[in-house]
Structure formats: structure tokens, C-alpha cells
């Protein structure tokens, strides 16, 4: 089909399909929400921190969740109030390497941008959220004019930050997708950081985010203190009442309704994650055909039954590949318990000693796979929800998956081992990972 054909502006703006509905939902990864919904007291309080300076824990921050918790969201509108109240913002991806080329081409688009812009009125000072005063452009342009593209990483971030103090204002370095870093690279950046940031008292905020696994494997590592002593956030899980109010206002603004009970129905079905509340009422509105037809309760058990099965694509079976056999014969004897069960009940169906039990146990919490109930008992969490485990462990039992391996945690575990030149190392992740390669 040839799409550009069907390129046509509508009011002022180019929609694909013209004859498509305008949807408002966002079911993808990393991208800004309509309605950013849940995460005013997270944010408020990472802006009260960065606001208040490098003598504030919460001015160098990690937030740690499972994919689709949002924390790619969260990264980038609080880097957007940092930008609107003068800061100077580098945002990056470990997921991506060259850390410093990447800090260089921002320091030539920076160089252009403030040669092209017109002097900022002298004196001009603004009041922000971050309640910092500034200059805007002005100490950014004489910053940027100083730094030279040969100079090491070090030299430029304190270079920035030096800028910076002088005239009140900061620097903000955003790390996202951390877990999928080089070591080498994040091993530098951290001592660079801690320099900065914890010795020389610069105004150089620090705002990383990444999987929860990360507790066991880069912030257990002893030369990245700085990323250890970062202070850490769990992503909190979506509550319904928000689900409810993103999925009604987001269908109302774009002149969607709701029938009978397909609003708390599917506000059930978002679960606690984010993206799959977005998926949800995605394909509901599509399914319905809205905004000409209300999204009814048929059109929201057909929504769910999609976004399950897309979840499971992208979110749960990456996942579970990602999980070493310990991990997976757990979850397969959670299952067999029907989801939920006491830890020794758990423990007395595994061949698993009680000390790489504790390891399994707080891993698949961090994953988002197990939750550990008030009473004591652990449960199927979100990430792999019941239906989807069942679905993963009679494919497995199909093809005589596991049978032949056994529950220790190594035993049975293709490597990728695909060779990670800059790292000169070899990928340790099993074999069709999600994600970048791992040398540790
Ligand atoms: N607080 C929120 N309110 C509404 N939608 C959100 C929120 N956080 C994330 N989303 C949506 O969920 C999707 C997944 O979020 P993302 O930040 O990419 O998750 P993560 O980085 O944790 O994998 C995004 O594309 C966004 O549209
Ligand atoms: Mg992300």
C-alpha cells in the first residue's frame, strides 16, 4: 500500500489514516503519555530533591522496575521540568554504548543552538519548579563555548557543572535502561559521578532508571559505588482508581465513551503496569470502533484478551527467558500450588538448597514474576501473570523443555556468548535474551 498517499494534514497535524480514529492511548514503550497518572508523589518528591541539591540523597536517584512500569515516563517529563526551569539536561542510554560520544554530539547540538538563539535579556531572572534561579541560555552558551570535543568525560561534566554553580543552576545527567550497560563504560561514568557529584559538591543531578534485577548484578558490583549509593525507588504499581480515571479522561478527550461495566472492567484489566493499561485501552477504542460507538463491555473483554496476549509477547516471555532454572522450576511450582502458596510449601516440592532459595526468591521479586502476600505467602505477580505461566509451562512441557534439566541454578543454561567487542568480553546472558548483550 502506499502510504504516502495518505499523508494528509488534519488540523494542522499529519495523521496517517485520515479515516482512523484519533486514539489517545500510547501502547508502546518509552512514549509520553496523554495523562501521566500515579506518579505525583514520586515526582514531586525526585523534584523536591533535585531542587534542593548534591546534599540531598535524592539529588542522585535510581528508579528500578519491571519493563512497562513507566519508568522511561518518569525520566523524561522530569527531565523536561529540569529544561523549562534552565538546566542543562543529558539524557542518555546505557542500552546504547559511548556514553561520552554521546555527551560530545550534545555538547556540538547545544553549541549550534545557542549560537543561532538571540541573547537572553540581561539580569532576567526566573523563579522555576526547581526552585532555582536562572539564566537562561547565558551560562549554558559560555559553558558549552569552553568545553573542548578532546577532553575526557570527567573534565567535561565539571566543566558543565562548574558553569553551572556560578550561576545557580544545574546540570542533569538521565541514564536510562542501565541493566543493558557495558560495565567498563558504567564502571567510568560512576567514579566520574561519585567526583563530582559526592566530593566535589557540583551541582551535577543524577537520575538513572533500570530492571529491579539490577540489585543483584550492578549495584552489587564494588567499583560502582556511586550507582549503589544512588538512592533507589521501586517503580509503585498502578493503582485501578488511576487506571480508571487515565482510561476515562484519555477516551473523553479524544470524544470516546464508555457502556454498561467497560470502564471498571478494564481498568481491572490494566493490572499494575502502565503499558498494559495503555494496551487495554488501545484496543479497546479500536475494537469499539470509537469515537462513533461507545467502548462497550464486548469490546472490553475482547480488548483484555489482546492485551494479555501482547503482554505475554513482550513482557512475560521475555522475562522468562531471562530467568535461570532456579528461578523458572519456582515459578513452575507456584504454578502447580495454582499461583499462590507458603514459602516452605514452596521450598519442599524443589530440589533447591534453603541459601540459593533466598537468592530466588528476592530475584523474582525484583523481576516482578512473585509478590510476597501480607500473610506471608508468596503469589504470581503481574509481570508473569497465572495464565500466561501456564500457558509458557505447557508449551515447555510440549516440546520436553525441562525435563531434561534440572533445578540447580546453572545447570541446562545456554549462553548467548555473543562476542561484545568494546566490553572484550563475551555475552553471559542465556541465549535470546531481550535486550542489549551482558558481559557481567
Ligand atoms: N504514569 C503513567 N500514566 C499513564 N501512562 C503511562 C505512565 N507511565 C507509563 N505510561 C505508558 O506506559 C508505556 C510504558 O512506559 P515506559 O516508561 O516505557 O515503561 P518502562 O520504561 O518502565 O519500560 C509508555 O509508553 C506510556 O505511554
Ligand atoms: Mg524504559
Not at 487515565?246 to 470502564?263: C, E, K, P, V, Y
Not at 530467568?323 to 523458572?328: I, K, P, S
Request: neutral net charge.
Amino acid at each position: 500500500m502506499d502510504f504516502s498517499a495518505r499523508l494528509v494534514p488534519v488540523n494542522g497535524s499529519l495523521r496517517p489514516f485520515p479515516d482512523a480514529p484519533a486514539s489517545l492511548f500510547t501502547p508502546d514503550f518509552g512514549q509520553e503519555p496523554h495523562l501521566l497518572v500515579g506518579r505525583e508523589g514520586l515526582v514531586s518528591s525526585l523534584r523536591e530533591g533535585l531542587g534542593a541539591g548534591p546534599r540531598d540523597p535524592r539529588f542522585t536517584s535510581l528508579l528500578l522496575g519491571p519493563r512497562g512500569s513507566g519508568k522511561t515516563v518518569v525520566l523524561n517529563h522530569l527531565g523536561s521540568l529540569a529544561r523549562e526551569s534552565g538546566w542543562i539536561v543529558l539524557p542518555l542510554d546505557a542500552g546504547t554504548s559511548g556514553v561520552q560520544e554521546r555527551i560530545i554530539e550534545y555538547i556540538g547540538w547545544a553549541r549550534e543552538l545557542h549560537d543561532a538563539a538571540p541573547d537572553a535579556g540581561a539580569g532576567r531572572i526566573e523563579r522555576t519548579s526547581f526552585r532555582v534561579k536562572v539564566l537562561p541560555l547565558e551560562w549554558q552558551r559560555e559553558a558549552v563555548r569552553e568545553m573542548r570535543p578532546r577532553w575526557g568525560l570527567r573534565r567535561h561534566l565539571t566543566t558543565l557543572a562548574d558553569h553551572a554553580l556560578q550561576h545557580r543552576s544545574a546540570v542533569l545527567l538521565v541514564l536510562d535502561e542501565m541493566q543493558s550497560g557495558e560495565r567498563p563504560e558504567l564502571r567510568r561514568l560512576s567514579a566520574d559521578l561519585q567526583h563530582i557529584t559526592k566530593n566535589e559538591q557540583l551541582p551535577l543531578a543524577f537520575l538513572g532508571a533500570g530492571l529491579s534485577e539490577m540489585k543483584h548484578t550492578l549495584l552489587d558490583d564494588k567499583r560502582m559505588t556511586f550507582f549503589a549509593r544512588c538512592d533507589r525507588r521501586d517503580m509503585p504499581p498502578l493503582a485501578p482508581v488511576d487506571a480508571a480515571r487515565f482510561l476515562a479522561q484519555t477516551a473523553r478527550d479524544a470524544g470516546g465513551s464508555f457502556d454498561g461495566d467497560a470502564l471498571p472492567s478494564l481498568a481491572e484489566a490494566s493490572g499494575s503496569l502502565p503499558y498494559k493499561m495503555q494496551l487495554v485501552g488501545h484496543h479497546a477504542w479500536l475494537v469499539a470502533g470509537a469515537p462513533d460507538h461507545p467502548i462497550d463491555d464486548q469490546a472490553a473483554v475482547v480488548a483484555s484478551r489482546e492485551a494479555n496476549r501482547i503482554m505475554h509477547e513482550r513482557v512475560s516471555l521475555p522475562v522468562w527467558h531471562d530467568l535461570n532454572e532456579a528461578e523458572q522450576a519456582y515459578l513452575r511450582r507456584l504454578a502447580e500450588l495454582g499461583g499462590e502458596g507458603p514459602p516452605t510449601q514452596i521450598a519442599a516440592g524443589l530440589d533447591i538448597s534453603s541459601r540459593t532459595l533466598g537468592r530466588v526468591l528476592a530475584h523474582l521479586v525484583n523481576a516482578g514474576c512473585v509478590a510476597l502476600m501480607p500473610g506471608g505467602t508468596v503469589r504470581v505477580a503481574d509481570v508473569i501473570p497465572m495464565e500466561g505461566l501456564k500457558q509458557i509451562i505447557e508449551q515447555e512441557n510440549l516440546h520436553g523443555g525441562h525435563e531434561a534439566r534440572s533445578a540447580s541454578p546453572n545447570a541446562g543454561r545456554t549462553k548467548c556468548n555473543a562476542l561484545m567487542p568494546r566490553a572484550r568480553a563475551r555475552c553471559i546472558m542465556t541465549r535470546g535474551h531481550a535486550g542489549a548483550h551482558r558481559s557481567r
